[in-house]
Structure formats: C-alpha cells, structure tokens
C-alpha cells in the first residue's frame, strides 16, 4: 500500500538561514510526487511537482525538492528562507492506478524566527 | 481565474442539525474529493467523484454524504452532525484520475459542531 512519512511535525528556523524538508514514501512502482504549502487560513497550494526526468526540480517561491528513488525520498530544500514561509507543508504521492490515488503525509509546520 | 471555491468558510453548529457545505470548480475537472484535515493526521480523504453522478467513499467516509448531479458541483453533506465531526474540510479538484494530475483546493470550512 502507498504511504507517504514527513518525520518531522514541527521544524523551526531562523529567517535567512536554510531549510530542509523531509518526505519519505512507499509505493512500488516509479512515483509521482508532490509539495503543497498551506498558508494559515488558506488552502493548500502546489509548490512543485515531480513526474519524471531531472530528479531536482524547481518550484515557486525559491523551493526545489530533488527526489532520491534509492532512498524513496523527495525532501523539500530552500536556501534562504523568509518570514513569509512559515507555513504547514504537506508531501504527497500520486498513484499510477486506483480511484484513490493520492495520498498525503501528515504535514510538516514551519515556524520562522527573526 | 481557476478556482474551487467552498462556503462557507466558517460554521458552528449544534449536533444532529443537518448541514451542507457547498464546492465549486470553475475548471471543468472530472475528479473531485472531499478531505477533512485534523492536527497529527494530515488530510483524510472522505468522498470522492470521478465524474457526475459517480461517487465513491474515500477513507473516512461515515456519517457524511455527497452528490454530484454537476460537474462544476460536489456538495459534502453531513445528516446529523456529531462533535467527532469537528474539522477542518478541503474540497479539491483534478483535471483527470491519473496519479500524474495536481489537486487543486478550495480555502477550507472550518466546521465547530457543539
């Protein structure tokens, strides 16, 4: 069965410093995969996408997430971040079969200091 | 402007009073999902649609209802609301089933059932 596991609940960081975020999935066949942003009292919206080719890809905001298939792992990196990045972020893993083929971890909160 | 948008917002409730949250894609997606998102858990799946008057239970899917007599349309209905219902609700869209598709989500209701 696909899962997808964001180890860290809670991450805090200093603005300008980086940031690392980590996902980790299992799913047996090549995946696609996904980082979302939830701002508070918004939606969630797409930060990157990862289906194939490169395995480091670019995303708004500054964000790039490569992905590690001998790891099963697509961690989200930023190199300088801002106080407009504290947020939750959700990784998420698509399914190439099913009706219920996207599946989300449980969310990493990103608090920024000053 | 590509949007899903959800009302309301915000909403309190006493148990056992029926109640429905409204979703609407402007994007004439097939797919359409209901999640509800509780702290520790990430998001849950509850119902999804993959096209009208097609609709299949998600993860989570008891003591709710939905329907989809519209493409544009995917009411989330609870019959008789209990505090375990106490969430915060996501309706999202996809162009396609393909695991290869984004979602894209509406703003949240964030429902308070006393």
Redesign the interface.
Known sequence: AQSVTQPDIHITVSEGASLELRCNYSYGATPYLFWYVQSPGQGLQLLLKYFSGDTLVQGIKGFEAEFKRSQSSFNLRKPSVHWSDAAEYFCAVGAQTGANNLFFGTGTRLTVIP | EAQ?TQNPRYLITVTGKKLTVTCSQNMNHEYMSW?RQDP????R?IY?S?NVEVT?K??VPEGYKVSRKEKRNFPLILESPSPNQTSLY?C?S?KA???????F????TRLTVV
């Open positions: 899903v999640y520790g858990l990430g998001l799946q999804y993959m299949d998600g993860d996501f999202a996809r089933l393909t695991g290869n598709t984004e979602a989500f509406g703003q949240g």
